[in-house]
């Protein structure tokens, strides 16, 4: 009996997984509604460089804790994007991989740059280098560690390699089908992230490849986005012949889940902040600004990111000794623009505009401005107007906004939610909280199943019409314009 039979006729179960940076979550969805059947999720290990083997780990326990496989035809995994995962020939990981998140490969960014020019750099591959990109990474490699870098046989991605784990492949007697390095797959999103690979041309830079580490190696084979990578060979939790899809980095999965299109932009407020449009041509900004990525979907994610996102609302609201739902009753009660009052929130620095060194300040403080209830409204606005010179930069390259989604733990705060839709001057959608990159990457399963890209129903979203508040922005802008110098 297929698994197709054991759920219903016509019922077939997919999985989406998202292996992200904290852990690693696991749905298991109707693939004709996209109603979610059952999941699971384990933990990832904290720090910046981790040994993969833990994520590898981590998905057997999700998959267990969300009651197995058996009954699931295909499966797409959603990942954290430009993670190193260096390989020798053997299959074995040749260190830990460095995440995104991994700052020691600064100065190699600047090198690439130096080298390359900036223009050039965007021209030929829609971004910028900066320390979160794979091919700084390879750089600080080569130059701090060369007896690791001169074993490097091939270069995956987080989801790559779990990809290439789930078909059997990997080390000797630790994989059923050994090492073989060229049955390797990525997708499109995931690739353009690397600094080595054209959202524009669809083809790798082995020119930028060969500079970052210093030689040609592998890279995985880039998959349509409902290519298939491959079926699952049954290994410990893993049972055998489901269909493996080409997974996605994570920003895609989250707009593939959301049945994002041309014309819609995702505001993601998170511990960071991203700001992503789905537009239909490519993206090159050599200001660094804006990341011209590849989406899942065919089309493409020029993408800004932000350090300083909900954050900010925790810290202001310690600072005023309220929680949460205190926090946002309190910005609701001040007027918009805070009386004056402007927080130019670059606690943690900034990454978008490239200011690490950065701090925050608080402007405008007068004898009958300075109330708990403006000081509450300006750390929203402030996080906000960050975010909105995000898509500002978004728009500068192309993107044409009709519609902004707003997710993330920072979303459910109804303060937000409502200064949103003034700061940003657009109708603001809030789907209902879930896991869109495991969702999206659920869809991805569903799509090289059937042949179409589901079109799954959202139920519950809120939508808030646009109330253009130009006033706050241009406060903000003062503020910010003398903090940035």
């Known amino acids: 009996m297929t698994a197709a039979q054991t759920t219903g006729a016509n019922r077939r179960l997919v999985a989406g997984v998202d292996s992200s940076t904290q852990s690693c979550k696991v749905l298991v969805v109707d693939s004709a509604t996209g109603a979610v059947v059952r999941s699971g999720r384990a933990s990832h290990p904290a720090g910046t460089s981790v040994d993969p083997a833990a994520w590898w780990d981590a998905l057997r326990s999700a998959i267990a804790d969300a009651g197995g ?20 020939a053997e299959g074995r990981v040749v260190r830990d991989a460095l995440l995104w998140n991994d700052t020691r490969s600064g100065g190699a960014a600047r090198a690439l740059r130096d080298e390359v020019g900036d223009e050039q750099y965007a021209a030929r591959t829609g971004l910028v280098p900066v320390a979160s990109f794979t091919a700084t990474k390879l750089r600080w490699l080569r130059d701090a560690e060369p007896d690791n870098a001169a074993r490097v046989a091939a270069v995956a991605l987080p989801h790559d390699w779990l990809t290439w784990r789930l078909a059997g492949f990997g080390p000797e007697g630790e994989s059923p089908l050994g090492p073989d390095l060229s049955a390797l797959t990525t997708d499109r999103s995931d690739a353009s992230g690397t600094g080595y690979w054209s959202a524009a041309t669809g083809e790798y830079d082995r020119e930028l490849l060969v500079r970052a580490l210093g030689r040609d190696v592998v890279v995985p084979r880039v998959l349509a986005p409902d290519g298939r990578a491959g079926s699952t060979v049954e290994q410990e939790g893993i049972p055998a012949g ?90 609701l009660s001040a007027a918009p623009g805070a009386g004056g009052l402007v927080l130019v929130p670059y606690f943690s620095g900034e990454r978008t505009p490239d200011l690490p060194d950065a701090t925050a300040q608080l402007a405008g403080l007068r004898l009958g401005s300075t109330t708990r209830e403006n000081v509450a409204r300006a750390a929203i606005e402030g ?69 179409e890209r589901p079109s799954w129903t959202i139920e519950g979203s809120e939508t808030l019409p646009a109330d253009p508040r130009p006033e706050i922005r241009e406060g903000y802008r003062a503020v910010a314009g003398q903090v940035r110098g």
């Open 69 to 88: 496989l058996a009954d699931v035809d295909a499966l797409s995994i959603g990942g954290q994007q430009h993670g190193m995962v260096a390989l020798d």
């Open 242 to 331: 489901i269909a493996l899809g080409a997974g996605a980095g994570d920003n895609a999965g989250a707009a593939l889940g959301l049945g994002a299109s041309v014309g819609d932009v995702v505001v993601s407020i998170g511990t960071s902040g991203t700001v992503f449009a789905v537009t239909d041509t490519p993206a090159a900004d050599a200001t660094g600004a804006v990341a011209g990525f590849a989406d899942a979907s065919g089309a493409y994610l020029p993408l800004v990111a932000t350090l300083n996102a909900a954050q900010v609302v925790d810290v202001t609201a310690a600072l005023l000794g309220v929680d949460h739902d205190g926090f946002g009753a309190l910005a």
């Open 383 to 451: 996080m906000l107007c960050g975010l909105a010179d995000g898509l500002e930069a978004i728009v500068r390259v192309g993107a044409d906004p009709q519609r902004l989604l707003l997710i993330g733990g920072g979303a459910r705060l109804e303060a937000t939610r409502r200064i949103a839709a003034q700061v940003f001057g657009l109708p603001v959608t809030v789907p209902p909280p879930a896991e869109y990159v495991a969702l999206g990457a659920a869809a991805q399963a569903a799509w090289m199943l059937s042949g």
